[in-house]
């Protein structure tokens, strides 16, 4: 039967004709020398680390916040604390897009993470140009000669990757990579479920092998902070909760638990 997932990536191979069209444009976006490194940051974090996600949509949730000003939105995530901001540039299931992602570029200084379903390097060669300084690899849409191809490929051009898993077999295939941040999706892209346990069940083998682990989806409340955190999370990835909320302000400081040298 085929997943959702299945058919994000289906309608992505559309997506990629049309980049490979337009390969010539990427010689005139005038891209950022200064890299900005997430990794570091988490690395030197006394808090948990919030990657604040703008998102307009979502094939589980439908429209979540479609009229957001991006610039706007980016501008709040930074005042407010958040330590990157991820833009969702998908556009026929998130209604993200690459403009969104050099509209966040211009408003902030914020490491900026492009989420999407990357499966081809002219992805990575536009997720660059416009703006990013992190790329997400997703396990569960990639084989592992295709994930070691993209992992390389991506790093040799200066860009950081969140390596996502959603379970074991996954977690086990990104070890084989060097990357050093793991993010673990509480969400089954295939079925929409999301469980926190999911994060629970992943972070053991993580943490003993030397990563940084990004626990992503689902995450809500204070309690949910709680959990995630006392698995060994180093960060979250937030992106419903705050583009719903009426008090981003609170909902981002809440979320900046000391980690207190549990680390
Ligand atoms: O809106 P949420 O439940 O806070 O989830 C944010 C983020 O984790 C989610 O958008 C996400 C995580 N991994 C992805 C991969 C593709 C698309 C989206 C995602």
């Keep these: 039967m085929e997943t959702i997932l299945d058919k994000i990536i289906a309608k992505k191979s559309e997506t990629i004709e049309e980049l490979y069209k337009r390969k010539e444009e990427l010689k005139t976006v005038v891209q950022s020398k200064e890299r900005r490194s997430l990794l570091n940051k988490i690395m030197q974090a006394e808090a948990l680390s919030v990657i604040a ?3 307009r949509a979502s094939p589980s949730k439908g429209d979540i ?12 995530y930074e005042l407010y604390g958040a330590d990157a901001i991820s833009v969702l540039t998908d556009t026929p299931f998130f209604k993200g897009s690459y403009e969104d992602l050099a509209k966040v570029r211009e408003a902030v200084n914020l490491p900026i ?9 002219i ?3 536009f997720a660059k140009a416009y703006g990013a300084d992190l790329i997400l690899l997703i396990a569960a849409a990639l084989e592992d000669e295709k994930l070691h191809e993209l992992y390389t490929y991506a790093t040799k051009l200066g860009l950081e990757v969140l390596l996502e898993v959603h379970n074991e077999e996954e977690l086990e295939r990104a070890l084989k990579t060097d990357a050093p941040l793991i993010g673990v999706n509480n969400r089954d892209l295939k079925t929409f479920e999301v469980s926190l346990e999911t994060t629970e069940k992943l ?5 003993n092998s030397g990563r940084y682990m990004v626990s992503e989806s689902g995450i809500a409340t204070f309690e949910d902070i709680l959990k995630v955190t006392s698995s060994g999370a180093n960060a979250v990835l937030v992106g419903e909760t705050f583009m719903k909320a009426t008090d981003l302000e609170s909902k981002i400081k809440e979320m900046k638990v000391s980690l207190g040298g549990l680390r």
């Design 113 to 121: 993470l492009c989420k999407d379903f990357i499966v081809d390097k």
């Design 123 to 125: 992805q990575i060669d």
């Design 53 to 55: 996600e703008f998102k």
């Design 65 to 76: 916040n479609v009229e957001k000003d991006p610039k706007e939105q980016a501008k709040m």
């Design 203 to 207: 972070a053991g083998k993580i943490k």
